[in-house]
């Protein structure tokens, strides 16, 4: 009697190893069919990513045939002719930039880019997003215009016409002669809610007096509401007023900040931490010291950044200062996506093995 009773946990021991390797080998047969299935979620946000890609592309040769119709010489900086490229200096210049980051912003994969961001915030086709530009980096504007073209979505614009440094700075072709030649062309059919003179103050302290009466001519001539407010809680203000009537009933699922202007950035030095690409920040300045980042973090806003070129090509594996500029939809940003899907794969099927093997032998005697 006694051998008998010894042999039964024996027995079971048994019958639960053998459960365990079946258990195992259909854990290995399923990682194995889920890597031969395709991964439609992530096939439809690659097309996505692609087709803004090459929206962006289409853009930047249209501007490029713009700005020599009109007359202006060649622009040897602008070495991958994309039109985008700016002056050094000139009348509506605000502040130091520096080319190579503007170049670099100028890869066509940067729309795709903003695909992923918008998708990590929810964003879908329907939905409306807050843009607030300045005329820094005005290839990043036309990247989250690409970006939402090719999702559907509706952008509520804010833009600034002062410009650093190579950016939209060439007084006969500054942002609001770019938007135009776009929007001629039916590249891009949104319109800006409202643009400002931009640069200190948002209405243009730091630009030479002939650059203000210029830009304010310009925003006089386009019919577009002009925010003229150097009170930073006032700016504020009346900027959120305008997305909220633009977006009228529905939600703002995201807030995308281009360049570094003084409305959108605010007065508070806890801004510089705000990291490239999406954020979703918790610690608040005062709200006298808010720009719309913190504004619109502070209504649970996702805020996308876009300002520190350099830092997002770092994180996201694009090319910096890219000569020629690389194809639409090809380079590491695309093959991240089945990196990310097998690893998650992977460590979910590790997930189920460990899990169901931890239900196995739990019933197994510990001493036989």
């Known amino acids: 009697m006694m051998n008998l009773k010894r042999d039964y946990p024996r027995e079971g021991a048994r019958k639960s190893s053998g459960v365990a390797l079946f258990l195992f080998v259909l854990s290995i047969l399923c990682i194995s069919l889920l890597k031969i299935l395709p991964d439609t979620r992530n096939e439809l946000l690659r097309k996505t990513m692609t087709e803004a890609s090459w929206i962006m592309a289409e853009a930047m040769k249209t501007l490029n045939t713009c700005r020599r119709s009109i007359g202006i010489p060649a622009n040897t900086n602008d070495v991958n002719e ?22 670099t912003s100028t890869n066509p994969n940067f729309a795709g880019l903003l695909v992923v961001f918008l ?83 948002d209405v243009g302290e730091d630009m ?32 959120m007023d305008l997305y909220h009537r633009g977006a009228g009933e529905k939600e703002i699922k995201a807030f995308i900040n281009v360049g570094g202007s003084w409305a959108n950035m605010g007065i508070d030095s ?36 876009l300002l520190y070129v350099k830092g997002l090509v770092q994180r996201y594996g694009l090319p910096w200062d890219p000569e020629p500029l690389p194809k639409p939809g090809e380079g590491n940003l695309y ?24 239900i196995v032998f739990w019933k197994r005697p510990l001493f036989w």
């Open 82 to 103: 994309t039109g985008l490229i700016g002056i050094e200096h000139s009348s509506i210049t605000t502040s130091i930039g520096h080319l190579e980051a503007k170049r």
């Open 208 to 239: 030479e007096e002939e650059g203000r009466t210029l830009v304010l001519e310009e925003i006089r001539k386009s019919g577009i509401p002009l925010i003229s407010e150097p009170d930073l809680v006032q700016n504020v203000q009346s900027r």
């Open 119 to 201: 998708n990590e915030c929810g964003v879908t086709a329907g939905d409306v997003i807050a843009v607030g530009a300045s005329g820094s980096f005005p290839a990043l504007i036309v990247a989250t215009l690409s970006a939402a073209k090719a999702m559907a979505v509706t952008p509520l614009v804010i833009s600034s016409l002062g410009a650093s440094q190579w950016g939209a700075n060439h007084p006969d072709f500054h942002w609001l002669e770019m938007w135009n030649c776009l929007a001629v062309q039916s590249i891009f059919s949104v319109r800006p809610l409202a643009v400002s003179v931009g640069g200190e103050g």
């Open 335 to 358: 093959g991240s996506l089945i990196k990310r899907r097998e690893s998650f794969v992977l460590i979910g099927a590790l997930y189920v093995i460990l899990s169901l093997l931890v």
């Open 270 to 305: 806890s801004v510089l931490r705000v990291k490239p690409g999406l954020n979703r920040i918790a610690g608040l300045p005062p709200a006298e010291k808010r720009g719309m980042i913190f504004t619109m973090a502070a209504a649970n806003v996702p805020v996308i950044h």
